[in-house]
Structure formats: C-alpha cells, structure tokens
C-alpha cells in the first residue's frame, strides 16, 4: 500500500480543517516526506490533547491516539520529549474550543 507523504497528508489536513472553520497551523516542520506527525488540539483554556499516529500490527491498520492530555504546560513538554527524540518530527496545533479535530472522520488514519 502506497503511503502519502507527511507533507502531502498535512496540507489536506489544514485544507480539510479549514472547510470547517477550524484554525490550525504547523507549529514544527518536519521531513516533507517521511517525518511523523503529532497534532495538538489547543482548547484555549489551558487545556490540550496530543494525538499521535499509531499502527496496529495486527489488522495494518492505522489510527491516532492520545499521547498526552490535560494541561497545556503537560502537553507541550510531552510534544519536546518526543521532538527530542525525533528532529524529523511535524507538529501541527488546532485551536477549538470544543475540542474539534476531525482526526476520527473517514481518510484521516
């Protein structure tokens, strides 16, 4: 199976975001081809959630999971460790109140 390139998947991410009026931006460029991907969805109350991309060996299927969750302090510090451990590493932050981050809509995996 073909896989999208970060850049590629991240450009109709921020498209898909923007039809909903969703406010996002890319806080971290990675590698244009390969780099992961972690998005941060900012709820502007000193709360947020990090999701990232994980595989399941099981099915080869792909989905996103929280990585960490709650203060927003938390979150960022939790964002550097992983971006120390992979320079390579995109972060794209969504800012919503209600939490919005379509990353549970069909395509997005």
């Known amino acids: 199976m073909a896989r999208l390139t970060a850049r590629f998947w991240i450009d109709a991410y921020l498209a898909r975001l923007r039809t909903q009026d969703i406010p996002a931006f890319i806080v971290t460029h990675g590698d244009d081809t390969a780099g992961s991907v972690l998005v941060k969805v900012n709820q502007l109350d000193g709360q947020a959630t990090v999701y990232q991309r994980s595989y399941n ?53």
């Open 57 to 109: 060996l099981l099915d080869d299927k792909q989905s996103w999971a929280i990585l960490e969750q709650g203060d927003e302090v938390q979150v960022d510090a939790s964002i550097a460790r992983q971006r120390g451990f992979d320079p390579d590493i995109w972060v794209v932050e969504v800012e919503d109140r209600q939490g919005r981050h379509l990353l549970d809509q069909p395509g997005m995996a």
